[in-house]
């Protein structure tokens, strides 16, 4: 299932790197979704599985947002904060050398306010990962996915020129009507607000309750088990379903070397219960160590799972 950070790669890009993989992709009017996959086992056809970048502001696919008419680029902010901050973590800057971009929290129609706290949530990483470019130097090289350009700060992010905030890249994005449009393009069920979409963008919990807002209290869906990823914070969490039966999420949590979120080295198994309706399937969260033993960090059992 396609992430956040490969929303690029398609079909045979996988396949060459990872010959014979299974991949599942989001399809609509027949023609496939570059930069999204829900995945439903053949053992668990009441369980989806996707990594859950959808229903985040900042790493959803954009193709509703295009900076230019003749673009037909996907990216969105988060591709562009990213380069920011791998720039960061590779020549760290112990101060600031720089102005960072002017900004200021805006009132009046929805789409200003938006336009503000999408500028507050820039202005925060940058805080916390300063770089040593100005805001308008163009260190950020795309040449990727159409955009053939060199990028600033002030390109990426909304800041203020003659006390109104723009965005010369995403002029459009935080518009409530062009976030309607981006999660209808992306299959999500359920629509969330501009503002908790950018707002609660940084949020792991945030994430989690999308396995219940788009899943479990869906009228439309009749999934028992959701599995996400994104958040790098493993878990397993219960919700109640419109089914009157126990939705059970998890979340595969992270395999990077450090995580301040949580533990590290982490999977969800899904048991299997081989069609006996006496016997229980289970949705079990691991943890892989170094010295090779994996241990149980959680589990949750459901009943007469494979009956629907």
Same mark, same amino acid.
């Given at each position: 299932?396609?992430?956040?950070?490969?929303?690029?790669?398609?079909?045979?890009?996988?396949?060459?790197?990872?010959?014979?993989?299974?991949?599942?992709?989001?399809?609509?009017?027949?023609?496939?979704?570059?930069?999204?996959?829900?995945?439903?086992?053949?053992?668990?056809?009441?369980?989806?599985? #996707?990594?859950?970048?959808?229903?985040?502001?900042?790493?959803?696919?954009?193709?509703?947002?295009?900076?230019?008419?003749?673009?037909?680029? =996907?990216?969105?902010?988060?591709?562009?904060?990213?380069?920011?901050?791998?720039?960061?973590?590779?020549?760290?800057?112990?101060?600031?050398?720089?102005?960072?971009?002017?900004?200021?929290?805006?009132?009046?129609?929805?789409?200003?306010?938006?336009?503000?706290?999408?500028?507050?949530?820039?202005?925060?990483?940058?805080?916390?990962?300063?770089?040593?470019?100005?805001?308008?130097?163009?260190?950020?090289?795309?040449?990727?996915?159409?955009?053939?350009?060199?990028?600033?700060? #002030?390109?990426?992010?909304?800041?203020?020129?003659?006390?109104?905030?723009?965005?010369?890249?995403?002029?459009?994005?935080?518009?409530?009507?062009?976030?309607?449009?981006?999660?209808?393009?992306?299959?999500?069920?359920?629509?969330?607000?501009?503002?908790?979409?950018?707002?609660?963008?940084?949020?792991?919990?945030?994430?989690?309750?999308?396995?219940?807002?788009?899943?479990?209290?869906?009228?439309?869906?009749?999934?028992?088990?959701?599995?996400?990823?994104?958040?790098?914070?493993?878990?397993?969490?219960?919700?109640?379903?419109?089914?009157?039966?126990?939705? =059970?999420?998890?979340?595969?949590?992270?395999?990077?070397?450090?995580?301040?979120?949580?533990?590290?080295?982490?999977?969800?198994?899904?048991?299997?219960?081989?069609?006996?309706?006496?016997?229980?399937?289970?949705?079990?969260?691991?943890?892989?160590?170094?010295?090779?033993?994996?241990?149980?960090?959680?589990?949750?059992?459901?009943?007469?799972?494979?009956?629907?």
């Amino acid at each position: 299932m396609t992430g956040n950070h490969d929303l690029l790669m398609d079909e045979k890009q996988i396949s060459a790197v990872l010959p014979g993989i299974n991949q599942a992709r989001d399809t609509k009017d027949n023609s496939t979704i570059l930069g999204l996959g829900a995945y439903s086992p053949k053992d668990f056809p009441n369980a989806v599985i #996707e990594h859950g970048h959808r229903y985040n502001f900042f790493c959803a696919p954009c193709l509703t947002s295009q900076t230019d008419p003749n673009e037909k680029s =996907i990216l969105p902010p988060g591709y562009f904060l990213t380069r920011i901050a791998t720039e960061a973590f590779c020549y760290p800057a112990l101060i600031h050398k720089h102005k960072l971009p002017k900004t200021k929290m805006q009132y009046g129609s929805e789409d200003i306010f938006m336009r503000s706290q999408y500028s507050a949530m820039c202005l925060s990483n940058l805080k916390m990962l300063p770089v040593r470019h100005t805001s308008s130097e163009k260190f950020i090289k795309a040449d990727i996915d159409g955009l053939t350009g060199e990028y600033s700060i #002030e390109d990426v992010m909304p800041h203020l020129e003659k006390d109104k905030l723009v965005s010369k890249l995403y002029k459009k994005i935080s518009n409530k009507s062009n976030w309607i449009e981006r999660q209808k393009a992306n299959n999500v069920n359920v629509q969330i607000s501009t503002n908790e979409a950018i707002v609660m963008s940084n949020s792991a919990d945030e994430t989690d309750s999308m396995s219940n807002i788009q899943y479990f209290s869906y009228e439309g869906s009749e999934k028992n088990i959701v599995v996400f990823g994104h958040s790098h914070v493993p878990r397993i969490l219960t919700y109640p379903t419109t089914q009157g039966t126990t939705g =059970i999420y998890a979340n595969t949590g992270t395999w990077i070397d450090t995580n301040n979120l949580g533990a590290t080295m982490t999977f969800v198994a899904l048991i299997a219960n081989n069609h006996i309706d006496s016997a229980p399937a289970f949705v079990n969260l691991y943890q892989y160590r170094p010295d090779g033993e994996i241990v149980l960090l959680d589990s949750q059992a459901t009943y007469n799972f494979t009956d629907k």
